[in-house]
């Protein structure tokens, strides 16, 4: 088992920045990446980014891509999302999720979510 705890949610202006952490705890070297999601309000959750925990590969959604960057420290066992830019539309709960599995796109663990709203 793997649990995941994010932090760094907040209310920011537009333009602004923040970062979000997420420390993971548990069986962290059976994780073979990690991704950060978010849920706007009323609208479903959607990917944002993802990162292999032991490697450089990383994805961006197209809305943030150039804006967010998710970095990891398997040392720390922290996965971070800086965001900057931010605007009105990034408002949302942000997840913080790690999968096992190469083969399959499902997330096996996930945190409990961070606030982040931006205003106008």
């Known amino acids: 088992q793997v649990q995941l705890v994010e932090s760094g949610g907040a209310l920011v202006q537009a333009g602004g920045s923040l970062r979000l952490s997420c420390a993971a705890s548990?069986?962290?070297?059976?994780?073979?990446?990690v991704g950060w999601f978010r849920q706007p309000p009323g609208k479903e959750r959607e990917f944002v980014a993802s990162?292999?925990?032991?490697?450089?590969?990383?994805a961006y959604a197209d809305a943030v891509q150039g804006r967010f960057a998710i970095s990891v420290d398997n040392r720390k066992n922290t996965v971070s999302l800086q965001m900057n830019s931010l605007k009105p539309e990034d408002t949302a709960v942000y997840y913080c999720?790690?999968?096992?599995?190469?083969?399959?796109?499902?997330?096996?663990?996930w945190g409990q979510g961070t606030q982040v709203t931006v205003s106008s």
């Open positions: 548990g069986r962290t070297l059976t994780l073979y990446a």
């Open positions: 990162k292999m925990w032991n490697g450089p590969a990383t």
């Open positions: 999720a790690a999968r096992r599995s190469k083969a399959s796109v499902d997330y096996d663990y």
